[in-house]
């Protein structure tokens, strides 16, 4: 019971950092917008404010919705863009929400997510998470609209993993999970062509290392 209520404010804490976050960098732009975009005001003409921020819940996450209308010449079709970023969920929900963000303009998050989340989860659970969803990915026909953005969407994420934290993969100490990741890489581009032999060769070197002595261990390693 005291080990759950641990986890709670940890994923608490953790919550209000990515909200912390997302609130500033949201401020930030959408101010840099306002006075790149605003014309000048004069007697006659005063430009109203056509951002909608809203909150809106589905099962285990909150979004903040932020919808914006952009200025645009009399009697034009006035079109309109939306964001959607993460508030808070539960750790499943904020892991599926790393292979999603980019498509709903939560741009900063998979950065957020990465250099956060240790401290309400582990790397094994993440990438068990995400290993499922690979293993049923959305659109199984090839020419679905929505299975190009999902395999860019898994490149950029464990490409920037592997590139900004190199040592969560090598602190796994077991291959099983980077040979069940591999293979579901797409295999569309030649960048994810990259990444599956990168992760081979992690789970390649994990496998040697755990043939090692114990004082052997901790040079083995040469990452790429």
């Excluded at 079109?79 to 970023?85: A, E, K, M, T, V």
């Excluded at 790393?98 to 709903?104: C, E, W």
């Excluded at 309400?120 to 959305?138: A, M, N, Y």
């Excluded at 590139?163 to 030649?190: H, I, T, W």
Aim: aromatic share 8%; glycine share 4%; hydrophobic share 35%.
């Amino acid at each position: 019971m005291k080990r759950e209520g641990e986890n709670g404010k940890s994923v608490y804490g953790f919550i209000l950092k990515i909200s912390r976050k997302l609130k500033d960098s949201y401020l930030s732009v959408l101010a840099q917008e306002e006075a790149e975009s605003s014309p000048m005001k004069t007697t006659w003409y005063c430009p109203l404010d056509l951002s909608t921020v809203v909150e809106e819940e589905e099962e285990g996450i909150i979004y903040t919705v932020v919808v914006k209308q952009q200025h645009v010449a009399p009697n034009s079709p006035m079109p309109i863009s939306r964001s959607q970023c993460v508030k808070a969920g539960t750790e499943e929900k904020l892991v599926l929400h790393l292979l999603h963000s980019f498509s709903l303009g939560d741009s900063s998050f998979i950065s957020i997510f990465l250099s956060t989340y240790r401290s309400f989860t582990s790397t094994e659970k993440v990438l068990d998470i995400l290993i499922d969803r690979l293993e049923h990915p959305p659109g199984e026909r090839e020419r679905s609209m929505t299975r190009p953005s999902f395999n860019k969407a898994v490149c950029t994420v464990f490409s920037t993993w592997l590139s900004e934290y190199p040592e969560d993969f090598k602190n796994l100490g077991d291959p099983s999970r980077l040979l069940r990741l591999a293979p579901l890489v797409p295999q569309d581009s030649s960048s994810a062509a990259d990444l599956r032999a990168r992760l081979l060769r992690m789970a390649e070197e994990l496998s040697e290392k755990a043939l090692l002595p114990d004082n052997h261990r901790g040079l083995c390693f040469n990452w790429y």
